[in-house]
């Protein structure tokens, strides 16, 4: 048998959850346009014959301003820390490889184990353009592999994973068989809520945005959303309970998906002003 864990390493917004969906063929990271969507470190399992393949996506390096985004950056640099055996090392092929991926490269080419450097988002771009782009990434350091994929659409995936198999060392499986993550149902369940609200919101509210798990049974799912002032939260209900209903209407199928059957999903919106700062809330939100 073999195993080992991989982090999933990028600035914001290149693509790292959703190539962590992509590779274990199933949503398990939420994904949006709003760039630090990722707050938790998630791991999500793949399973291929005898061997496994731990993906641990983390939030994208950045400067802290609160003691959300501090504890965010605390959990990439213990990840960093912990005993990985690769890093995918994440760029965003239709944006200018800058300072920011250097930045991100420097401290994954520190650690002294396998990159694999993974140009995202290839897809729809004209091929020449692709290859500026990887001979770009190609001078980050001394790379294991480099893999051009369109997480989105899947290409190249399965010879990215097929790369990161291969190179796993010989060692017992941590999770069982058809486990895709150790999220708690409850914690899966709330981001997807969040997700739902990142998708509906504009400007600055959804970095406000955090969303807890109530109450839960056989048919009944409480979820309270949270943000951090009243005129946020009006933007949250809308006129009439317009935006909290779409929020619902988006969440609900992979609510259900995740508990295998029908359920009534209540949305609560409460304003919890501060939160961000709050070390107590963070604690229970489990950030």
Not at 60 to 85: C, F, S
């Amino acid at each position: 048998m073999k195993s080992g864990f991989v982090a999933v390493a990028g600035r914001p917004n290149v693509g790292k959850s959703t190539l962590l969906n992509a590779l274990v063929g199933e949503k398990v990271a939420i994904v949006s346009p709003v760039p630090h969507t990722t707050r938790h470190r998630i791991r999500g399992v793949v399973n291929e014959g005898d061997a496994q393949l731990v993906l641990v996506d983390l939030p994208g390096w950045q400067r802290p301003v609160d003691m959300l985004t501090e504890r965010m950056q605390e959990r990439v640099d213990e990840t960093m820390a912990d005993d990985l055996d690769a890093v995918l090392m994440v760029v965003n092929a239709r944006e200018r490889i800058g300072a920011g991926d250097r930045y991100v490269a420097q401290k994954v080419f520190s650690l002294g184990i396998p990159v694999f450097i993974v140009v995202n988002k290839v897809d729809r771009l004209k091929p020449a353009h692709t290859i500026t782009q990887m001979k770009a990434a190609a001078t980050f350091g001394r790379f294991h592999a480099l893999h051009p994929v369109s997480a989105k659409t899947g290409d190249g995936i399965d010879e990215l994973k097929k790369d990161i198999i291969s190179i796993l060392p010989e060692g017992p499986h941590f999770f069982p068989a058809g486990q895709v993550t150790d999220m708690p149902l409850e914690a899966r369940i709330a981001e997807l809520v969040r997700e739902g609200a990142l998708q509906k919101l504009k400007e600055e509210v959804p970095h406000a945005v955090t969303a807890e798990v109530i109450e839960i049974d056989e048919a009944h799912v409480h979820v309270r959303i949270y943000t951090e002032t009243e005129s946020q939260k009006q933007i949250l209900v809308g006129k009439g309970g317009l935006m909290v209903r779409d929020i619902g209407r988006w969440a609900r199928p992979g609510v259900e998906k995740l508990m295998g059957r029908k359920v009534y999903l209540q949305l609560q919106v409460k304003a919890s002003p501060k939160w961000r700062r709050n070390e107590t809330m963070l604690e229970r939100l489990g950030l």
